[in-house]
């Protein structure tokens, strides 16, 4: 155990000697908040402050009901939404005419929901949400996202009826003009939408400190210090444990940092407390970790580990969906994407952080992380070779 | 004698080339055996694979009676390792090196101990990274030897070094000795082999192609003695050729050997013939064959160049 402890000093004292490493250490999560705060969260004050700008929300109502009303009630509730309700035809005019920049469709059997709660999941049935959200605005299909799965979800207990039906423009058939859009409205600008797109940048960067920190062993490898270190009686899982230790440390604190700053420097709304969001963030850096060390044991030189790990975190950036609304990829995009660890955590972090409601289930997605973990750290341990 | 490494038709393949080719030997507790021979000629792949960090294809290994690919740990925690072109972490500072590997082993060496051993007490507290390549080979050689183990495997340990700091190692490699340790080393510096090795197996291309100490060596291979002539006069001269006591003569780039059974009667027949074609005979040597001409003698090849 002493030896052990030993080990992680000394690869701390490594690591940490280096002048440019320490720096880059601290310095790259406070520019990364800095820089999405800068740009994306509300120029003055707080979130949720009114601070005059509004985005146009059109709501249609197909039938009369208490659960659309309070639907409607809750987008009414966000300070930076003006909502209207229109009719189908009237909303629809207006989105394509550029007015209204959010569509969303309550239909009328929206209202057997909260009656037939039971039946509903039992039998599997699905109830679609048209919502049409024009592409410059695709942040606040995570508000949508939030506010129809959390009423359901009251109702419900989970999501898993409501599917949001996305279009970003109006088809033909559907017979409203198609004009181009006088969009006077900055986007951006006034709302905070760091709420909506921190969580899943902050899930990408764990991703990629998660793989591309673990190369340092291959740098090992190639100064030949592995080879000596399994000379000695230096056990391989203690070896990896510290190595992996570190790597999950250092991620840890700088999402962290990332998640402190944005809180407030940046008006970061945090739905949960820091021990809960600290949680998932250490789950997610711990599975993202325990891939990268997994894929380096499939490389030979610092080149090919880096190789690997560009493509991984390429599919993943692509096919996890952090850069789309879910809701807006074609059927099949959805199913590979479930197949993809990073949509979990994105899941994961969007839910911890900014309260939105797991689209997977919190259970799925724990399990999802811990199983990822776990399988890694046994194919590395099991693939480990010091030579 | 207890026999601490037994080796027994081994054999390493990397593609087509056959690293290691059905290498057999044995080595007894408390000797120091060298492997010597040319680059490439597969020390490092043997080495490596006695240590219990590189597999072979096929063959037998024990160590201290225990196979290392079998029971690596069982091995590793017996023996110390200096590993051929081996960094360790750079920013760590020389002692903090040592304390470091030193943890690794049930029964280390005292730290401070082992630097004094290597003579870098002065430079124990700078980092490695600004150490020299002598002083960061020495540093790898204390690796070895902190370990406390019962055998010390050390892969080339005076590469790098100048002429003192390689007599110095030699030393210490002695005190290794006579602490009663076994020690494994390869070279390919003959003076090295013949001075501190109880036995040599020399090797070239994966095999075996000579096994023993070195006085045995050389004599089984050169019951002569040479001389050698470095006066440009007699470069070249064909009446060398017709003394009756010289079996061979041997004309190299700056000088010329002959070889000799009875050395008396070479000097005698040189200076006679020296005379009558009217030379100073000033200017020769007598050189007892070393392991470098056993090699020449078995390989066609020197060593080094
Ligand atoms: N990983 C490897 N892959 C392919 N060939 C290798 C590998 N390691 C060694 N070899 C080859 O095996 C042969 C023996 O190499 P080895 O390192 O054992 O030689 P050596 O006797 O230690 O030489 P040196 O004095 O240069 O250290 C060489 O021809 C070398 O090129
Ligand atoms: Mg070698």
């Known amino acids: 155990m002493k030896a052990f402890f030993q080990l992680l000093t000394a690869n701390m004292k490594e690591i940490f000697r280096d002048r440019m490493q320490f720096w880059w250490f601290i310095l790259f999560p406070v520019l990364f908040v800095t820089g999405f705060g800068v740009v994306y969260s509300s120029t003055g004050g707080p979130a949720g402050e009114d601070n005059g700008i509004k985005f146009e929300v059109s709501i249609v109502k197909e039938g009369e009901g208490a659960f659309a009303a309070a639907i409607t009630e809750a987008f009414e509730g966000v300070p930076e939404f003006a909502v209207q309700t229109r009719t189908k035809s009237e909303a629809l005019q207006d989105f394509a005419t550029g007015k209204s920049g959010l569509v969303i469709i309550l239909p009328a059997e929206l209202e057997v929901l909260p009656v037939a709660a039971d039946n509903l999941i039992d039998e599997d049935r699905r109830i679609e949400i048209p919502v049409y959200c024009r592409p410059d605005q695709f942040f606040l299909m995570y508000a949508v996202n939030k506010i129809l799965h959390g009423a359901e979800k009251e109702v419900l207990g989970q999501p898993s009826v409501m599917e949001i039906k996305l279009n970003t423009a109006i088809t033909h058939d559907e017979g409203a003009k198609d004009e181009p859009g006088n969009k006077n409205d900055a986007p951006g600008a006034g709302f905070n939408i760091i709420d909506y797109i921190l969580p899943g940048i902050l899930a990408m960067t764990l991703m990629q400190l998660g793989l591309f920190g673990s190369i340092r062993v291959l740098a090992l490898r190639v100064s030949r210090i592995l080879k000596l270190l399994g000379s000695t009686p230096l056990p391989r899982g203690m070896f990896l444990a510290g190595e992996i230790l570190i790597r999950v440390g250092m991620s840890f604190i700088q999402a962290l940092i990332v998640i402190f700053i944005g809180h407030y420097g940046f008006g970061l709304t945090l739905a949960n407390n820091w021990l809960y969001i600290a949680g998932w963030v250490l789950l997610g850096t711990a599975a993202f970790v325990s891939m990268g060390y997994m894929f380096t044991t499939f490389a030979k030189t610092i080149e090919s580990g880096n190789a690997i790990m560009q493509l991984v975190q390429l599919l993943m950036m692509f096919l996890s969906g952090i850069f789309m609304p879910l809701d807006l990829l074609p059927g099949y995009l959805q199913t590979v994407m479930r197949f993809i660890p990073l949509t979990y955590l994105a899941d994961g972090m969007r839910h911890a952080i900014a309260g939105n409601p797991s689209l997977y289930g919190i259970t799925t997605d724990l399990a999802v992380l811990l199983g990822i973990t776990i399988f890694c750290l046994i194919t590395t341990v099991k693939r480990f070779r010091w030579e | ?305």
């Open chain 2, 1 to 305: 004698m207890m026999t601490v490494i037994e080796v027994k038709n081994l054999i390493k393949k990397y593609g087509n080339l056959k690293a290691v080719d059905n290498l057999s030997f044995s080595v007894s507790k408390g000797e120091i055996f060298g492997m010597l021979g040319p680059n490439g000629a597969g020390k490092s792949t043997t080495f490596e694979i006695i240590v219990g960090i590189l597999r072979r294809d096929s063959g037998d290994v024990k160590v201290l009676g225990v196979d290392p690919e079998k029971q690596p740990e069982a091995v590793k925690s017996r023996i110390g390792v200096q590993l051929q072109a081996a960094q360790t972490f750079r920013k760590l500072t020389v002692r903090e090196t040592l304390k470091l590997f030193a943890g690794f082993y049930p029964n280390p060496l005292p730290v401070d101990e082992t630097i004094a051993q290597v003579d870098l007490v002065e430079k124990m507290n700078s980092r490695v990274e600004t150490r020299s390549g002598g002083q960061r080979q020495r540093l790898s050689v204390a690796i070895a030897m902190i370990s406390n183990g019962e055998i010390i495997f050390l892969d080339e340990p005076t590469t790098g070094l100048d002429p003192q700091a390689r007599r110095d190692l030699w030393g210490s490699i002695i005190e290794l000795k006579n602490l009663g340790k076994t020690v494994f080393l390869t070279t390919h510096f003959m003076e090295e082999a013949q001075k501190l090795c109880d036995r040599v197996a020399i090797i070239d291309y994966g095999k075996i192609v000579a096994l023993g100490s070195p006085q045995e060596l050389i004599t089984a291979h050169f019951q002569e003695m040479s001389l050698e002539i470095v006066q440009p006069e007699l470069r070249n001269e064909p009446k060398l050729r017709e003394l009756t006591s010289v079996t061979e003569v041997i004309e190299l780039n700056d000088l010329t050997v002959l070889r000799t059974p009875n050395l008396t009667a070479t000097i005698q027949e040189l200076s006679a013939l020296t005379k009558t074609l009217g030379i100073k005979l000033d200017d020769f040597r007598i050189r007892q064959a070393n392991l470098e001409d056993v090699f020449l003698k078995l390989t066609g090849r020197r060593i080094k160049q």
